[in-house]
């Protein structure tokens, strides 16, 4: 309850950045705009995100006789869970991890790399399932896709008020309102990050709420505990190579050679905190 809250003030301040700089463009017609601009992206998204993000992690659709385990698994958790069997595919990678994606649970689909698949024990793997059916039946993934594009159409706005500023003039009703050159410098920089900050946030918070979810639907939250722990120490050594756009879809935030992230800007809160809400305490 208390992430949902947190989710909904974060989007409701998402959602009011966007028209406050609406409003500094065009007044009434630009926050219009900012509403026209978020309604297309978010149309967009709701309809192709999940064929995108399979395209992107390369995954492909498996089938019951190559691997009746995970179907098992997974129709198991949907039944407990009170929704649709998702389409199961799989990714060719040896780093382990797994996601979820579709605009509503009867157009969802899991996918699990055969990293995961090696790694752990049938238990493991119905705890991350169950994490991933918990963003399924609770919306994240249309939650996830309705941020990524409003934080987007803050970025866009934002460039379009520096550049027209600066070349043309044609983007605000008084140049002097805003204090001409520097504030609209400020605003290309710090409007696009005050909405990457939030919607890090918002993505951290429902991954709290899925594992709850997901501990509610197995009713043994030591089994995703303990996929969490083999997955964070494993991907260090078998890094993932994921487009950034795409991190936050998956169970755990892959690393990639190279990457180090802070708590500010990682789409994931630490592994060792959500270990620690799932069972009260951290592996040693």
Same mark, same amino acid.
């Given at each position: ?33 900012? #509403? ?30 190559? %691997? ?13 869970? %009170? ?20 605009? %509503? ?11 995961? #698949? ?14 991933? +059916?918990?963003?399924?039946? %609770? ?17 866009? #706005? ?52 899925? *594992? ?11 089994? +995703? ?6 997955? *964070? ?52």
């Amino acid at each position: 309850m208390l992430n949902n809250l947190k989710t909904t003030v974060l989007l409701a301040a998402l959602t009011g950045l966007l028209l406050v700089i609406g409003e500094t463009w065009r007044g009434q017609s630009g926050m219009e705009f900012a #509403l026209v601009i978020a309604a297309v992206m978010n149309l967009g998204s709701y309809f192709f995100s999940d064929k995108i993000a399979l395209k992107t992690s390369g995954a492909q659709p498996i089938s019951r006789e190559e %691997n009746p385990r995970i179907y098992q698994i997974v129709e198991r958790l949907a039944a407990k869970a %009170n929704v649709p069997v998702p389409k199961i595919y799989w990714i060719p990678t040896d780093s382990p991890n797994a996601f979820a994606t579709g605009r %509503n649970p009867n157009h969802a689909s899991v996918a699990v790399t055969r990293g995961i #698949l090696e790694l752990c024990d049938d238990e493991e793997i119905e705890g991350v399932l169950a994490h991933e +059916l918990g963003h399924v039946r %609770n919306r994240d993934i249309l939650i996830s896709a309705v941020v990524a594009t409003v934080a987007g159409a803050i970025t866009l #706005l934002a460039r379009m008020i520096y550049w027209g500023e600066l070349f043309t003039g044609f983007g605000g009703r008084d140049r002097d309102r805003g204090g001409g050159i520097f504030s609209m410098l400020a605003m290309l920089i710090l409007a696009p990050l005050a909405a990457t900050l939030i919607q890090l946030a918002i993505s951290r918070s429902r991954e709290y709420e899925a *594992d709850h979810t997901g501990a509610e639907i197995t009713g043994n939250p030591m089994g +995703l505990a303990r996929a969490l722990d083999k997955i *964070d120490k494993y991907s260090k050594r078998l890094p993932m190579q994921v487009s950034p756009s795409m991190a936050h879809i998956y169970c755990a935030q892959p690393l990639t050679t190279g990457q180090v992230f802070s708590g500010l800007f990682s789409t994931h809160p630490p592994i060792p905190k959500r270990i620690e809400r799932l069972i009260g305490r951290d592996f040693v």
